[in-house]
């Protein structure tokens, strides 16, 4: 019974917070959150460093994803040492990728690709658990169940991706083609759903010339099919299928990343079928042969075993320092940039 409480819960939540990114994100406003003076210039005048809601809501999603992560596997019995070792080794290696396979495929700096991130993270991921079992493992006197760590990492993952669609929003990336140039079916079906991005520096307008047109609402869309995934990842693998678990979430978010993208206007390499959809297949294959390299029996997971170990202030410093490594990653703007200028308030002396 707890475990359906528990998903209720987690889904009213997140979809909560999932609608009022909707309707709010899009906006202007929500696009900068801070601005850092870093330089003086003439006349008075700072060069800023721009601090971005993108880099907010991408470092909340980081850590709802590990925070999911952490919490199955620990229901299913995985010592913290050993998850917290993990989660370092994969985000050593995939938070580089999403710079440097962007970089690769489209050309440009300053970008960041979660799917080329997911198919580092899933090629490395079992070996990396391998590696620590021989290790930490032996000395410590434990053994990592390879497929059901994989699942709750897909579950942290599909989780995290849901909830990151809404620094996209944010920021005016991974957009969705502008409603005028879909089937008329598709304007039917989008005429009272759909984004409209405000401000010249969304990269939308930027990029495209997109400001102010009714678009496809890709991000929301992909947002609420991941969330709805998530959970039904979660309530498999508490049930004692982290194999099922592991299926439904990479064959739910790789299949609709590789229709998504046929729904995009943002640039993705100058391939009709593009890099990232090559990888959400390749992603695939890759997890069904490891699925046979290493099997899945059932592992029994307790919910509350798992909510404990969340609750220990050694994961609680954990999770904070993923919070603001995420954010140092994705929140300085590198593609706009500012300048603050300070006065005295004559009337308030």
């Given at each position: 019974?707890?475990?359906?409480?528990?998903?209720?819960?987690?889904?009213?939540?997140?979809?909560?917070?999932l609608a009022w990114?909707?309707?709010?994100?899009?906006?202007?406003?929500?696009?900068?959150?801070?601005?850092?003076?870093?330089?003086?210039?003439?006349?008075?005048?700072?060069?800023?460093?721009?601090?971005t809601?993108?880099?907010?809501?991408?470092?909340n999603?980081?850590?709802l994803?590990?925070?999911?992560?952490v919490?199955?596997?620990?229901?299913?019995g995985?010592?913290?040492?050993?998850?917290?070792?993990?989660t370092?080794?994969?985000?050593?290696?995939?938070?580089?990728?999403?710079?440097?396979?962007a970089?690769?495929?489209?050309?440009k700096?300053?970008?960041?690709?979660?799917?080329?991130?997911?198919?580092?993270g899933?090629?490395?991921?079992?070996?990396l658990?391998?590696?620590?079992?021989?290790?930490?493992?032996?000395?410590?006197?434990?053994?990592?169940?390879?497929?059901a760590?994989?699942?709750?990492?897909?579950?942290?993952?599909?989780?995290?991706?849901?909830?990151?669609?809404?620094?996209?929003?944010?920021?005016?990336?991974?957009?969705?083609?502008?409603?005028?140039?879909c089937?008329?079916?598709?304007?039917?079906?989008?005429?009272?759903?759909?984004?409209?991005?405000?401000?010249?520096?969304?990269?939308?307008a930027?990029?495209s010339?997109?400001?102010?047109?009714?678009?496809?609402?890709?991000?929301?869309?992909?947002?609420?099919?991941?969330?709805?995934?998530?959970?039904?990842?979660?309530?498999?693998?508490?049930?004692g299928?982290p194999?099922?678990?592991l299926?439904?979430?990479?064959?739910?978010?790789?299949?609709?990343?590789?229709?998504?993208?046929?729904?995009?206007a943002?640039?993705?390499?100058?391939r009709?079928?593009s890099?990232?959809?090559?990888?959400?297949?390749?992603?695939?294959?890759?997890?069904?042969?490891?699925?046979?390299?290493?099997?899945?029996?059932?592992?029994?997971?307790?919910?509350?075993?798992?909510?404990?170990?969340l609750?220990?202030?050694?994961?609680i410093?954990f999770?904070?320092?993923?919070w603001?490594?995420?954010?140092?990653?994705?929140?300085?703007?590198?593609?706009?940039?500012?300048?603050?200028?300070?006065?005295?308030?004559?009337?308030?002396?």
């Amino acid at each position: 019974m707890e475990v359906i409480i528990f998903i209720i819960g987690m889904g009213g939540a997140m979809f909560g917070i999932l609608a009022w990114g909707f309707f709010a994100l899009p906006r202007e406003k929500w696009q900068m959150a801070a601005v850092l003076p870093v330089k003086k210039l003439d006349r008075g005048q700072w060069q800023g460093l721009n601090l971005t809601w993108y880099g907010i809501l991408s470092a909340n999603a980081y850590t709802l994803g590990v925070v999911m992560a952490v919490m199955l596997a620990g229901a299913a019995g995985v010592p913290l040492s050993a998850l917290v070792l993990l989660t370092l080794l994969l985000l050593g290696i995939t938070v580089p990728a999403s710079k440097i396979v962007a970089r690769l495929v489209e050309k440009k700096k300053g970008t960041l690709t979660v799917g080329g991130a997911v198919f580092t993270g899933v090629v490395a991921a079992p070996w990396l658990i391998v590696l620590v079992n021989q290790n930490l493992g032996r000395a410590a006197g434990f053994s990592m169940p390879v497929m059901a760590v994989m699942a709750s990492l897909s579950i942290g993952y599909t989780f995290g991706e849901g909830l990151g669609r809404l620094a996209c929003l944010s920021f005016g990336c991974c957009y969705g083609k502008p409603l005028n140039q879909c089937p008329p079916w598709m304007q039917r079906l989008f005429s009272h759903f759909h984004v409209v991005f405000t401000g010249s520096t969304k990269k939308a307008a930027y990029a495209s010339g997109l400001e102010g047109e009714k678009m496809l609402p890709v991000q929301i869309v992909t947002a609420a099919l991941y969330t709805v995934s998530g959970l039904a990842g979660t309530w498999l693998f508490l049930s004692g299928m982290p194999g099922a678990a592991l299926v439904e979430t990479l064959l739910v978010t790789q299949v609709w990343r590789v229709v998504s993208e046929c729904f995009r206007a943002d640039y993705r390499g100058g391939r009709k079928f593009s890099a990232y959809q090559i990888m959400a297949l390749a992603t695939i294959a890759y997890a069904g042969i490891m699925g046979l390299v290493f099997p899945a029996p059932e592992v029994p997971a307790r919910l509350l075993t798992g909510l404990a170990a969340l609750w220990h202030p050694g994961m609680i410093l954990f999770f904070q320092g993923i919070w603001l490594a995420a954010f140092l990653h994705a929140g300085r703007s590198s593609v706009t940039g500012s300048r603050v200028f300070f006065h005295v308030v004559r009337d308030r002396i």
